[in-house]
């Protein structure tokens, strides 16, 4: 295989000419340009990886972090971040949580092995990181952005949504529809995102005089196993409610699935909302009630931001994105069946 001397020899010029050439930067006369050209067709050099890295000083490459590569919830960001940066000529690694330790050991794992790839910038979408594992990449880190977590010390590399209004919304959609016999199957209470959500779902129900205090709620693991089984105990309890909210739409997807096989109609006897609005929210059966998260523009403007540190770009960076409610078939009016 050619290497850059091979083509720098036969070119009759210096490898730092060469080099000039390949990486188009600095100048070259238009006869030097030619000739090593020539050179570079003749002997079909095609520069490496790793030779393109030192010519530029840039990899090519953006590191992701996502905790687990499996759902309905991470691929679709996981194919937002690879358009964009196919769409900037560039290639995207990603790590995810795997190993004996913990969440937080995995995500630092995961960290360094990205940055140990050589990856020009990091992606990290994860909640167990602290602060200090962030300071541990050292006084000059390699750039980063982080999605749907926020930390004080690099608050202008955070990009989020606005989980206070969706939780809020998701309560005023079924206050709106009459319930207030509402079943709550909240995602795990160590994950900052699902607190402050289910917070402000019982806030705006309580500020419409639901005792929230005597709502049944159970704690799941965001799986559709866990909806499964949250509506299975709701059923096994013997308690009357017209409505489940799920913290997110895997669990929705699991609730539904257990209802129908439980032969309990929804809406007609119970609805059942979600949130996040994945893909599959559209196809489920009923088709899903959920809380339209705006993770796209999430995503894309913290890939944005993150290429503009890594490459001096300009590209516009926004921060404020729409939460919406995406209606469909699985919610209906309270009054009929189990309510």
Excluded at 161 to 175: E, F, N, Q, S, Y
Aim: aromatic content about 6%.
């Amino acid at each position: 295989m050619a290497t850059i001397k091979d083509v720098a020899r036969l070119a009759g010029v210096g490898l730092g000419t060469a080099s000039r050439v390949v990486s188009g930067k600095g100048s070259v006369s238009p006869a030097t340009l030619a000739k090593v050209r020539a050179a570079i067709d003749q002997l079909g050099f095609r520069p490496s990886h790793a030779a393109r890295t030192l010519l530029s000083g840039h990899s090519k490459m953006i590191g992701v972090y996502i905790p687990v590569l499996s759902g309905t919830f991470y691929t679709p960001i996981l194919q937002i971040i690879d358009t964009e940066l196919r769409a900037a000529g560039l290639h995207m690694v990603v790590a995810f949580g795997a190993g004996l330790g913990g969440a937080r050991q995995q995500a630092i794992e995961g960290m360094a092995f990205l940055v140990e790839r050589g990856c020009d910038g990091l992606i990290l979408m994860t909640n167990v990181l602290l602060e200090e594992d962030i300071h541990a990449l050292g006084p000059r880190p390699t750039p980063m952005v982080v999605l749907n977590h926020h930390f004080d010390s690099i608050a202008a590399q955070c990009f989020t949504v606005d989980h206070t209004l969706g939780g809020k919304i998701a309560a005023r959609a079924l206050l709106d529809h009459g319930h207030r016999a509402i079943a709550l199957v909240s995602g795990p209470a160590s994950l900052p995102d699902n607190v402050v959500r289910v917070a402000a779902f019982k806030q705006e129900l309580a500020a419409a005089g639901v005792d929230t205090g005597a709502m049944w709620m159970v704690e799941k693991d965001f799986s559709p196993a866990g909806g499964w089984s949250a509506a299975k105990e709701l059923v096994e309890s013997g308690r009357r409610c017209t409505a489940m909210f799920c913290a997110n739409d895997e669990m929705a997807a699991g609730a539904l699935s257990y209802f129908q096989e439980a032969g309990i109609r929804v809406p007609h006897e119970i609805s059942v909302i979600g949130y996040d609005d994945t893909p599959s929210a559209e196809f489920s059966a009923p088709r899903l009630t959920t809380v339209h998260m705006p993770w796209r523009e999430m995503t894309q403007n913290g890939v944005s931001d993150l290429l503009n540190r890594c490459y001096h770009l300009q590209r516009p960076v926004t921060r404020n994105y729409p939460v919406t409610m995406t209606l469909r078939a699985s919610l209906a009016r309270a009054g009929q069946g189990r309510g």
